[in-house]
């Protein structure tokens, strides 16, 4: 796909740690910037919190040598190159770095210096900088839970909601959450199963906390065209993805489209056509005027 017709189209993305970006939305963003459009990522922490899936580094994890960050940015750089995004960076300044926060309840979570901690308006304001420079026409984040409850992930939201309503001298027309369809979350559920594996956790689609009921998920972006950069991308953040886990085992069972349709909500601006069969949008950009 080597047409333009997104040029001068802005979309900024708010994630907490990288490989969030790729999981939820590697393949829009690839699509867009394959058509043309300004894609920028903002990531609020480095992850040094995560898990280190490669034993050769496990080295890095904070409670050793507490280098996982460092690397992590490497494998967000060699990700957004998968993509073909060019414009991906930290929230945050030369005197100002907001760290992991880990899960609710440990000790990393109470440290003075982690995104969970830090003051909503002060984050938010270094994130309008941000808005004022690239004027988005679109943003997208997560829900008020961070879609699974992930402090970070609810940080990332509430920052990334009050950035956009400071911004008053630049108005984003249209506000997206990331999003996953009971029904898609269900049918994935019963494949796993066939498999032995249980990837989900959960035997029935309504344990699980970031599904929503199909009748909120309002916009459906197919990327099928671009899976083969988003599964790249997946296995350039190496450190916290097993390319031998259930992602891909997923992706085999289910086939690769399976990566490449990613589904949002729409919470701010007006939904506008071309809509699927089931009324969703399917281009986040449709009625916006640049």
């Known amino acids: 796909m080597t047409t333009l017709a997104y040029s001068g189209y802005r979309v900024l993305l708010v994630h907490a740690h990288p490989d969030d970006e790729t999981i939820n939305n590697g393949a829009t963003m690839a699509m867009y910037a394959a058509m043309g459009a300004q894609v920028t990522l903002v990531t609020c922490t480095r992850g040094e919190e995560g898990e280190v899936l ?46 992991d926060s880990g899960m609710m309840g440990t000790t990393q979570n109470e440290r003075p ?32 839970i961070g879609g699974y409850g992930h402090p970070d992930h609810i940080q ?34 019963e494949e796993m199963k066939k498999i032995g594996s249980d990837f989900f956790g959960a035997e029935s689609v309504d344990d699980l906390p970031f599904v929503k009921d199909d009748e909120l998920v309002t916009a459906l972006v197919d990327g099928t065209a671009f899976v083969d950069s988003k599964m790249a991308a997946m296995k350039a953040h190496e450190t916290q993805i097993s390319l031998d886990g259930p992602f891909f085992a997923l992706s085999n069972n289910l086939g690769l489209q399976v990566w490449g349709q990613e589904f949002y909500s729409l919470v701010q601006g007006k939904a506008h056509a071309p809509f699927n069969q089931d009324g969703r949008e399917t281009d986040l950009f449709a009625g916006v005027i640049i």
């Not at 900088?129 to 829900?143: A, F, G, M, Q, R």
């Not at 909601?161 to 269900?186: C, H």
């Open 113 to 144: 210096d982690v995104f969970w901690q830090a003051d909503v308006d002060s984050a938010a304001k270094l994130l309008v900088d941000i808005i004022y420079e690239v004027k988005p026409h679109i943003l997208i984040t997560y829900d008020e």
């Open 54 to 99: 490669v034993p050769g580094l496990a080295h890095l994890a904070s409670a050793q040598s507490d280098g996982l960050g460092q690397h992590r940015e490497l494998e967000l750089a060699a990700a957004m190159k998968e993509l073909g995004i060019s414009d991906f960076r930290f929230l945050g300044n030369d005197k100002i770095r907001f760290r």
């Open 156 to 189: 990332a939201h509430r920052v990334a909601m009050r950035a956009a309503e400071l911004a008053t001298d630049w108005k984003i027309q249209k506000i997206y959450w990331n999003a996953m369809p009971k029904s898609v979350i269900a049918r994935g559920i």
